[in-house]
Each structure stands twice: as structure tokens, then as C-alpha cells.
């Protein structure tokens, strides 16, 4: 995680009341794991989850349990009072079922922070400009058209024009 984003979420966190649980989504045993942010130190526990678990942080300040997002039943309802997730959902081919097991084990008023890649407005990428050329072709010119659209939509997030 660029250093960047995790402070970012530092600084989220920072503004919200130490209280309760914190889960991570996508949680990994790593230094930059969320669990870690400074701001989460006053939290009552810190819970993560992740296909790399189980992993026990030697200075006892999180746990991260073996596990899919999809299917947090070993959670109750209600259970956490912030659910971050940072890096997931764009690799998760069926993120509204994440989305929807974070929003069940979400406390009432609980703040859910979730982080995904952006992507900035799209310039003239240099294969799209081939294929404008192509399209000026006769026959063939509207089929490669119609792929430079497919093109710049092929992301989770559009770009620009």
C-alpha cells in the first residue's frame, strides 16, 4: 500500500471516536495492514480477515482470521463499529456480496471506509489513437470504432472525454 493511502485512512480514522471493534476486509500480515493505524490504538479490538490468515501480530495489538469476504457468518450482526477494506473490491468478482456481509456486520451508525484504486482522466492513449486511424477504413472502420469505446470503458471506473 502506497504510504500515501495509508495515511490517508489514518486521517479518517483519526476524526472518528475511539470506541469498540474495527474489522479489516482483505486484511493481510503486513506492516501496512490497516489494523496498524496509529489511529486505531485507543479501539477496544482489531479484527482482520483475509485468505493469508491465520496471523497472530506479535506486539498483540490485531488478530487476522483465515477467510473469504463473501462469508463472514463466523461474525454477528452488528459486531463492529468500523469496517475498513482497502485494495479488494476491484479484484473481487463478486464484491456486492462483500459489500453486503460488511454492511451486516456493521453496528448501527458503525462507519464503513472502503479505498479502491482511482484512475485519472484518461488521456489520448497511444493504442486508441490506432485504432481512430483504423476506423477511418472503410467496412471495417465502425467495428474498430466501436472497440475504442470498449476500450476506454474496460475498468471498473470510466475515464473522462
Same mark, same amino acid.
Given at each position: ?7 490517508? &485512512? $489514518?486521517?479518517?480514522?483519526?476524526? +472518528?471516536? /475511539?470506541?469498540? /471493534?474495527? =474489522?479489516?476486509?482483505?486484511? *493481510? ?17 482489531? @479484527? ?6 491465520? #496471523?497472530? $501480530?506479535? #506486539?498483540?495489538?490485531? @488478530?487476522?482470521?483465515?477467510?473469504? %469476504? ?8 452488528? %459486531? &463492529? ?10 479484484? $473481487?468478482?463478486?464484491?456486492? +456480496?462483500?459489500? %453486503?456481509? /460488511?454492511?451486516?456486520? /456493521? ?11 482511482? #484512475?485519472?482522466?484518461?488521456? $489520448? =492513449? ?10 477511418? !477504413?472503410?467496412? !471495417? ?11 476506454? %470503458? *474496460? ?7
Amino acid at each position: 500500500m502506497h504510504p500515501d493511502i495509508f495515511d490517508a &485512512f $489514518d486521517e479518517l480514522c483519526r476524526k +472518528l471516536p /475511539a470506541q469498540g /471493534a474495527v =474489522i479489516e476486509i482483505g486484511a *493481510s500480515p503486513h506492516h501496512q495492514s490497516l489494523l496498524t493505524l496509529p489511529s486505531l490504538s485507543g479501539w477496544a479490538s482489531r @479484527t482482520g480477515i483475509g485468505l493469508d490468515g491465520p #496471523y497472530e $501480530d506479535p #506486539y498483540k495489538r490485531f @488478530t487476522i482470521l483465515e477467510g473469504n %469476504a463473501h462469508d463472514l457468518r463466523r461474525f454477528q450482526d452488528g %459486531a &463492529f463499529d468500523l469496517v475498513l477494506c482497502n485494495s479488494l473490491l476491484e479484484h $473481487d468478482a463478486k464484491f456486492w +456480496l462483500t459489500l %453486503a456481509e /460488511a454492511h451486516r456486520i /456493521a453496528a448501527p451508525g458503525a462507519w464503513m471506509v472502503f479505498g479502491v484504486p482511482g #484512475y485519472h482522466q484518461m488521456g $489520448d =492513449i497511444h493504442e486508441l489513437r490506432f485504432i481512430r486511424k483504423l476506423a477511418k !477504413l472503410p467496412l !471495417l472502420g465502425k467495428k474498430f470504432l466501436a472497440l475504442n469505446t470498449t476500450l476506454k %470503458a *474496460s475498468s471498473l471506473t470510466l475515464g473522462l472525454q
